[in-house]
Nanobody
Framework: QVRLVESGGALVQAGGSLKLSCAASGSIFSINTMGWYRQTPGKQRDLVATITGEDSTNYVDFAKGRFTVSRDNAGTTVYLQMNSLKPEDPAVYYC????????????????WGQGTQVTVSS
């Protein structure tokens, strides 16, 4: 069993900063790409940022210049540093990971965290 646990969601003032964390545990042999998505009620789940096992990062346009995705040395924890938060940023943020669950598995499998709520006050 693989579990992704997000933390760090909170109420923050517009223009402020927040750092989210996501720790992966369980039946993990290795993890390839990890990333963050966000979703608001009535809207689709949107990509925010990803980071590969080689620390190559990718950001969607609205996140460029404001958000930074990073990983710990073990490659099992992913972070999202969010700066200059805007009124449109509040959402449930979901952690994502492609996980090889065993040495002899042939393909990585996607896993999702439960989500963490980010609220921006004006």
């Amino acid at each position: 069993q693989v579990r992704l646990v997000e933390s760090g969601g909170a109420l923050v003032q517009a223009g402020g900063s927040l750092k989210l964390s996501c720790a992966a545990s369980g039946s993990i042999f290795s993890i390839n790409t990890m990333g963050w998505y966000r979703q608001t009620p009535g809207k689709q789940r949107d990509l925010v940022a990803t980071i590969t096992g080689e620390d190559s990062t990718n950001y969607v346009d609205f996140a460029k210049g404001r958000f930074t995705v990073s990983r710990d040395n073990a490659g099992t924890t992913v972070y999202l540093q969010m700066n200059s938060l805007k009124p449109e940023d509040p959402a449930v943020y979901y952690c994502y990971a492609l996980v090889l669950t065993g040495r002899w598995e042939s393909a990585y499998k996607p896993f999702w965290g439960q989500g963490t709520q980010v609220t921006v006050s004006s």
